[in-house]
């Protein structure tokens, strides 16, 4: 069992910064990619960011210059720093950790529970 923990989430007005936290732990041996999605009221769960335990990350037009992401691949841990923040970025954002593996092989796709990000103008 693997469980993703989300924190740093909260209101910000237009222009501010918020960075988000996630730690994933459990039966883990590695995680190739962790990221970060979101998902507005009526919307789809979009990505906004991925970073590879490599190191390369890849970002969401929409986000690029904007937001950051980063990780400490050998504390599973995987942060998003948001500067410029803007209404549209308003969502719950939820963090992921894609093709990761249990110390017996097992190959996981596990979601955290969500932390909301509330942006005012």
């Known amino acids: 069992q693997v469980r993703l923990v989300e924190s740093g989430g909260g209101w910000v007005q237009a222009g501010g910064s918020l960075r988000l936290s996630c730690k994933a732990s459990?039966?883990?041996?590695?995680?190739?990619?962790m990221g970060w999605y979101r998902q507005a009221p009526g919307k789809q769960r979009e990505l906004v960011a991925g970073?590879?335990?490599?190191?390369?990350?890849n970002y969401a037009d929409s986000v690029k210059g904007r937001l950051t992401i980063s990780g400490v691949n050998a504390a599973n841990t995987v942060y998003l720093q948001m500067n410029s923040l803007k209404s549209e970025d308003t969502a719950v954002y939820y963090c992921?950790?894609?093709?990761?593996?249990?110390?017996?092989?097992?190959?996981?796709?596990?979601w955290g529970q969500g932390t909301q990000v509330t942006v005012s103008t």
């Open positions: 970073i590879t335990s490599g190191g390369s990350p």
């Open positions: 459990g039966s883990i041996f590695s995680i190739n990619v």
């Open positions: 992921n950790a894609d093709k990761g593996v249990t110390p017996s092989g097992v190959v996981f796709n596990y």
